[in-house]
């Protein structure tokens, strides 16, 4: 006899939807924020506590679409697509309403094609047919399984196994280098470890193409490798890599060597092991096998290559998973073999994981003529013929794109880096261009076309030299002797309590020239700051010079950029910086349309002729607890940095810039704030200077002896928004 499950009560549910919401602000991953909706929504499927899933039906429905077409299935087991499947059409019979949501048909396309996809590629897996399209090999990339680890989730609850493609470009450095470089892009929170393991793979890779050359390879190399993973946000941390990457750097330089043969890895093979200077691989952690077998069941991929010690086991993992899904779809599918390998060389020697192709002649010699095309007559003639034109009309292409600085001078340049134009800005321009860049992002020359005649025009920020110097923004067009216009940083301000602001001169270091909303006329907005506090964002005609709008914060505001966030065809502005009235950073996005009016402030700090503008958002981040600590030294915190990517933004925030002999008085602290497009908060990371100092606090005793992540869970709740009257949770 089957017993019902008793029904939950309505304000247990409202309790579990209340924790679900918090979780889904607090986490990054869409895989994870995903079963977190399945874990509260599954339960209410069945018995009379079905009827309490109707009132927020809603709401999750519309997260829900929002994830769907976030989240990567591939490399997940099935029972995902189905169980998010269910809910779908749960949701759509108790409240009908759903089904009007924008992007819900999307979403269910998009779980029907995962679905048919993933299951057409492990169907292909075993025979020699090919429905679906597999990835193509390229020289210089390998597929890797890798498991990933949601930040902000308990190290117990489980991760998640995805497929990245390793990709690395090797140049040949110049004589006067000694060793190799390797630089890996974007891993930067574990940069020195994994670069120690890329290391060894270069060094395994120098030996592997010895021994199919007979040469050695003769120059020192730079590396830059990247991971560009199906779930963007997974975070590379460990040795696993090392054979792929060795690999990798492998079929680069015998590209480099001009070989006969180009060697490349097959799209439908991924690598995983350690591996050591000789070549030979290395067992890796037994706990992460499952999840990268399981990454490599549910995709394309048909061989993985494991160290030999593995090899029995992961076949067993991969015959399990394989039969786990055939019980599942009452169809057979094969597993992924697995192909155990000894040392790099292995790789090499089997077609089922390396493929070739012959270089012709040709090509060969093309290449070698133009490595040595400076000792050919032919190179030299065109060489000096090129400079003779040169001499005599100046570069072809006079449309300004780069610029640099000589002495004094501001040298705008072509995209072949050609000069241009010269204009004098003076020595006080160039000192405080390259002091600001040594701490801040510093935009000071921009080129936009103003006048729809195929030239930009060149516009950019001169201080003069004066005790009170002033700052001026100028456009001109190239070779013209005379300016377009002049605009200076100037505002007169009078605040009610405050003697501060002596004067009505502003600096600035940063300014974009946009047309943000598309009517033909470009606008230059800038960001200028005070010698006292003030800030100011300009909204400038690019064309007449002429202000159209701005809007005034009490504080200095650091960073500026330019996004449309709603996708209504007007581009967003935002800024971040220091809010001085709350002694905290902020960041805040403002409508071009509407800008205008002052920040959100406090008593002491009113203004005369300002109303309160309206932002579409403003966001206060008071400092973290490792700040606090230093409150006597630095009274605040700033944003310091704003970086936009295809779904979030980030804010980078300085707790704390000092410096002194001590440990304790020697560092920055350092964390960065995500939001989306919706400016919901959906994580927050750290840089190396806080983890080390708030390790070092807690072992001090300064601070409690709690975990970081549990304490950046906690400090995210201390982050308000401004709605018009006061600053509260989202």
Known sequence: MVTEQPALSPLRVEQRFQTLKQSLRLLASPRARLLHILGFAEPLFDGRSASFLAGYAAEIAQTLCTLILQTEFVGTPLTLIDRTQRLVETLAHIDPEVTRIDRWETALRRLAEQHALILAWMQDRGSDRQVAEVPEGKVGCVWVPMVEQEPLMNATQPQ??????????????????????????????????????????????????????????????????????????????????????????????????????????????????????????????????????????????????????????????????????????????????????RSIDDLFQSRTITDSRHVPLVIRTGRSLWRHRRSTVLAIFSVLLLIILGLLYGPLDKNPTGYDFEGSTLLAKNKAGEVVDRIEVGQATVLGWEESRKVFETQMVRFCDIDADGMNEIFWLEKTAAKNAEMILRCKKVGSDDLVWSFLLAKTLEFVSSPDVSDNLFLSRYFEVDDVDHDGRAEVFVVASHRSFPGLLLMIDAATGVERAHYLHIGHLEALRLQDLDHDGIKDILVCGLNNAFRSAVFAVLDPRTLGGHSPLQQAYSIRGYELAQEKAYVRIDRTTVG?????????????????????????????????????????????????????????????????????????????NVPRYTYLREYQKSIRYWDGEKFVGR
């Open 628 to 704: 606090d600590l230093y409150g006597k030294q630095i009274p605040y915190n700033f944003a310091l940095g704003i970086t936009v990517d295809s779904a979030l933004i980030t804010v980078q925030i300085t707790d704390i810039p000092l410096t002194g002999e001590t440990l304790k008085d020697q560092f920055s602290s350092t964390i960065y704030v995500q939001f989306d497009y919706d400016l919901n908060m959906v994580g927050i990371s750290t840089g190396d200077d806080f983890d080390t100092l708030y390790d070092y606090h807690v072992k001090q005793g300064d601070l409690p």
């Open 160 to 341: 998640f196994a995805s497929l990245g493609l390793l990709h690395v470009d090797l140049a040949v450095r110049g004589g006067r280098h000694t060793s190799d470089n390797v630089h890996l892009a974007g891993l930067s929170q574990h940069e020195s470890h994994n670069e120690t393991h890329a290391r060894t793979g270069l060094q395994a890779a120098r030996a592997l193409a010895k021994n199919i050359t007979r040469k050695s390879f003769p120059r020192k190399v730079s590396a830059r490798c990247w991971f560009s993973s199906l779930y963007e946000r997974s975070l590379v941390v460990g040795e696993s890599f090392e054979a792929g990457f060795a690999a990798a750097v492998a079929t680069e330089m015998l590209r480099l060597q001009q070989h006969r043969e180009e060697f490349f890895l097959r799209g439908d093979v991924a690598v995983t092991g350690i591996i050591d200077p000789d070549g030979r691989l290395q067992p890796i952690a037994e706990s992460g096998l499952p999840l990268k077998v399981q990454a490599c069941t549910y995709s394309w991929v048909r061989v993985l290559v494991v160290p030999d010690r593995q090899a029995e086991l992961c076949m067993q993992l991969a015959k399990q998973s394989a039969e786990e899904v055939s019980r599942t779809l009452n169809t057979t599918i094969a597993p992924v073999e697995v192909i155990a390998a």
